[in-house]
């Protein structure tokens, strides 16, 4: 059967303490929650998610969406957005999980790969070394999420051209997201041709486009 | 104050644990001081040395939050109590604590139980100690009743078949060792995945008949040969196609974007056959299938009409010898047909993309073609292949499989190539894509859309392996009747396409010669 692969990286700094950590993981629920009523995602899709603040760590390796459980999401006290580290980490997991067509294997659909951070890397130059080998790799798509009013998406657009904003970090705004997310995912499983970049869903109003 | 007092105030149900947790945690430094003072009392009671040695029973009872006769309670308040009486509010004390350390355990262990799925046989065996939570005799689930699970108290297992899908809580009980009677009982909810069966999800919502390029969700046809005239007794083959769209569009309520066509001209005894199947992510592509379907058809039934002697004579040149030079003569003379009706087949479309103000690639198509004749020698068979899905010549009998193509895969799932891609119409790259071969019978020919290779070949590599086409054509005969003339063959051959394959829900279409 073939794997839609998908890998969530969440920014886990102290800052998301409260609120914003709990909504991402309501917002985590309901997404599975919707995708398992997704038939074609139900027999297709598998997560990963990676946390990542100081230190990345793949809290979810990628597993079968019927199977999966969501873990615990722990927060450290303080923070650092070390996103160069966590994308050098994706590179690798995506190096060793992906399966490419073989005469003598079914390759995987293109793995989608959705980004929540607040968009300022405090690894900068390691994040810039990490964009063309990210672009390097065949991501299906690739959205990053500047969450919360203070974040910067300037050098999120530079990774990718799907890159969205949410003012706030309640529950309700990341419902939105991930429910956008879900659709994004179901969208995933289509052919292709060779060289056509996958179509998004327009996003909900509470998530900003930005262009 | 005094605890027992507390405690037989509250009216607290027993079963009701919740309760009986917010108030221990509420009173908590009350309980501290009290213990303080306890202790005092019996340093006290140790000075003053009493004789007495009559243990008051009811305590124990009382301090677990049971239910206490208020006139009991002088137990506690005399300090002239004898060291066993104060021993034992002082091992009460001690168990209250032990009680609140593994409420609170249980209150936050991350617990998760192994998701399970409508239908299908769950059975999970529960120990609290996996899990870390020690010093418990007895525990139970309750809840599972209405979801099809029960619990097995003697293996400790929930099982079952679910039967309702969702985010299910359930309830855990535990009670801890030495329990009786007046003690507290844990309780914590869980929540238990139960996965729907996906076929259980799939809509099968209509396509929208007043859309411009519209056409039936699913299509059939069973064209009858007369065994007369030119065709040798023996030798004739009827066909039988069907198209049916996919699960995956069907849910959506959106088109079939495959199609198919099938001619036999009574005429000049050929047979023409053509499947594409349009790209899901391209709008158009649907008008796309169809456009190459019919193009095909046209103009390889007029040419032949026009040409087919010339060509035959070049079969049957070809039949006396293989050599090089037939075969490049065969090759050229082909082109002019196959390759022609292929390269009409792309300009129609881009006519019908400048027509409607759409893009070439909106109109995307896979592409499989063929051409044949009986003739005494055998059979003539010539193809042309672009894309995904499969066409090949099998014979069960005599173990002879030759596929006449090689499909055109991506690195990635759903990737391949498609007509509507400029290189595709380059004469280089459409002579190399045309094959023919003289065979002397065979059971079946077949034309078929990914939808059918997805799960019954599932890799390039298998596509060349006579075993598994054999499995397909097993399957297939276990519910198509491939006898001569049989005109039903073309409904159960849709019937067949509606089979079951986890993750393969495309539009699928076959086209059997046999």
């Known amino acids: 059967m073939r794997r839609l692969p998908v890998y969530i990286l969440i920014q886990t700094s102290g800052a998301m303490h409260g609120e914003p950590i709990e909504s991402i993981k309501v917002g985590l629920e309901s997404m599975v929650a919707s995708l398992r009523q997704d038939p074609f995602a139900l027999e297709s899709v598998h997560i990963s998610l990676i946390t990542f603040n100081r230190v990345t760590e793949q809290i979810l390796p990628l597993t079968e969406l019927e199977s999966m459980q969501l873990p615990e999401i722990t927060l450290p006290e303080s923070g650092g957005t070390h996103l160069g580290e966590a994308l050098k980490f994706i590179c690798q997991r995506y190096d060793l999980d992906i399966q490419q067509t073989t005469t003598e294997r079914k390759g995987d659909w293109m793995p989608l790969l959705f ?32 969450a919360g009013a203070k974040a910067d998406t300037a050098k999120l657009k530079e990774l990718t051209n799907n890159v969205v904003s949410l003012d706030t970090t309640d ?37 900003h486009t930005v262009i | 104050m005094d605890i027992t007092n507390y405690l037989s105030n509250i009216e607290v149900p027993s079963a009701d644990e919740v309760q009986v947790k917010l108030f221990l945690t509420s009173k908590m430094e009350e309980l501290k001081s009290h213990i303080l003072l306890l202790w ?52 009460d004390l001690k168990d209250i604590a032990k009680n609140e350390e593994i409420a609170l355990i249980i209150k936050n262990k991350f617990i998760t ?9 769950y059975n999970f065996i529960f120990s609290p100690e996996k899990i870390g939570i020690a010093d418990i005799e007895d525990f139970w689930i309750e809840g599972l009743e209405p979801l099809g699970l029960s619990f097995d108290t003697v293996t400790n297992s929930i099982t079952g078949v679910p039967t309702v899908p969702g985010e299910q809580t359930i309830q855990l009980f535990l009670q801890r060792n030495g329990w009786s009677k007046g003690k507290p009982i844990f309780e914590r909810k869980l929540t238990l995945t139960i996965n729907p069966d996906p076929r259980s ?37 009827d066909i039988v196609a069907a198209s049916q769209r996919g699960r995956s569009h069907a849910h959506e309520g959106i088109f079939r974007d495959d199609d198919f066509v099938m001619d036999y001209n009574k005429n000049t005894n050929w047979y023409i056959m053509a499947v594409a199947d349009g790209a899901g992510s391209c709008k158009a592509s649907r008008k796309g299938s169809q456009i190459a379907c019919q193009t095909v058809l046209n103009v390889c039934k007029t040419r032949l009409e026009n040409e087919h002697k010339d060509f035959e004579r070049l079969i049957k040149e070809l039949n006396n010898e293989m050599s090089d030079a037939n075969r490049k003569k065969m090759g050229d003379s082909l082109y002019g047909i196959i390759g022609a009706a292929v390269f009409k087949a792309y300009k129609n479309i881009e006519e019908e993309a400048t027509i409607s103000g759409k893009q070439t690639k909106d109109f995307s198509t896979t592409l499989i073609i063929s051409i044949c004749k009986k003739f005494k020698f055998g059979w003539f068979v010539a193809a042309f ?68 290779t997805d799960p019954k070949f599932e890799t390039d590599a298998n596509l060349l392996k006579i075993e598994k086409w054999d499995e397909l054509w097993n399957d297939l005969s276990s519910e198509v009747d491939f006898t001569d003339n049989n005109e039903k063959s073309a409904d159960q051959l849709l019937k067949w396409l509606d089979f079951w394959s986890p993750g393969n829900h495309d539009d699928r279409t076959i086209a059997i010669l046999f």
């Open chain 2, 385 to 452: 292949w672009v894309g995904d899905g499969g066409i090949g010549i099998y014979d069960k009998n005599r173990r002879f499989l030759r596929v006449l193509g090689e499909t055109d895969g991506g690195e990635f799932a759903g990737q391949t190539r498609f007509l509507t891609m400029p290189e595709i119409t380059q004469p280089e790259e459409l002579y190399r894509r045309l094959r023919f071969d003289i065979v002397e019978d065979f059971t079946a020919l077949i034309l078929m859309s990914d939808g059918i």
């Open chain 2, 40 to 91: 005092d009392d019996f340093i006290l009671a140790e000075s003053i040395k009493s004789g007495n040695s009559e243990t008051p029973e009811n305590l124990m009872k009382s301090d677990q939050g049971g239910t206490v006769d208020p006139a009991e309670n002088h137990v506690q308040s005399s300090q002239q109590q004898d060291e066993p009486q104060i021993e034992v509010p002082k091992a």
């Open chain 2, 201 to 237: 999800l799939w809509l099968n919502k209509p396509s929208d008949p007043n859309d411009q390029y519209w056409k039936p969700d699913s299509a059939k046809q069973f064209l009858k040969v007369e065994s007369t005239g030119l065709i040798l007794k023996t030798g004739h083959k």
């Open chain 2, 113 to 121: 139980l192994p998701n399970g799925k409508v239908g299908q046989p």
């Open chain 1, 171 to 207: 529950s309700a705004t990341f419902r939105q997201f991930f429910k956008w997310v879900s659709a994004s995912v179901s969208m995933g499983n289509r052919s292709i041709g060779s060289a056509a970049e996958m179509q998004l869903p327009p996003p909900p109003p509470e998530i």
């Open chain 1, 115 to 146: 980004i929540m951070t607040n968009g300022k890397p405090s690894d900068n130059q390691l994040y810039m070394q990490m964009i063309p080998e990210i672009k390097k790799r065949h991501f299906g798509s690739i959205i990053a999420c500047a």
